[in-house]
């Protein structure tokens, strides 16, 4: 988990996050422990040093009754961007996900993150033009 924090805290940060560096950590570990989350990492071939990540969850499907993916982060370190290290690592996913049987899988990204936006198009997601999301703050 010492690896991942770092930069799972630069993710919440992008959105406007308080670090929150033990509370981060500890959410990761309990999403993975119990079971609750996909976390795949990069790593630079020479160094070992994590580049980025992606963070999938299990969910399901009542109209399709079928299992999904939803991709709930992904962040690569400054000087990782612009070396496909986003792009492989969700192919990585898609095919981890076709290998387990999962027929879909989503990802919600901010309005004016135009960079994922042409991130996840280029690699076969788009716009949901049947659903429309909204989100209930508690």
């Not at 500890?26 to 993975?32: E, S, T, W």
């Not at 990585?92 to 989503?106: F, N, P, S, V, W």
Request: glycine share 6%; charged share 25%; aromatic share 12%.
């Amino acid at each position: 988990f010492d690896d991942i924090t770092p930069l799972f805290i630069k993710y919440r940060e992008f959105y406007g996050q308080l670090p929150k560096p033990e509370a981060s950590r500890r959410f990761l570990h309990d999403r993975l422990v119990n079971e609750q989350a996909m976390i795949l990492l990069a790593e630079d071939e020479d160094t070992g040093k994590v580049l980025g990540f992606c963070q999938f969850i299990p969910s399901f499907s009542a109209l399709t009754l079928k299992p999904s993916w939803v991709l709930k982060g992904i962040y690569v370190i400054e000087e990782a961007r612009r070396h496909l290290v986003a792009h492989k690592l969700i192919n990585h996913a898609k095919e981890l996900a076709k290998a387990a049987g999962i027929k879909r899988m989503t990802v919600m990204t901010g309005e004016e993150n135009a960079a994922a936006h042409e991130l996840y198009r280029s690699l076969g997601f788009s716009d949901d033009a049947e659903f429309t999301y909204f989100a209930l703050k508690l």
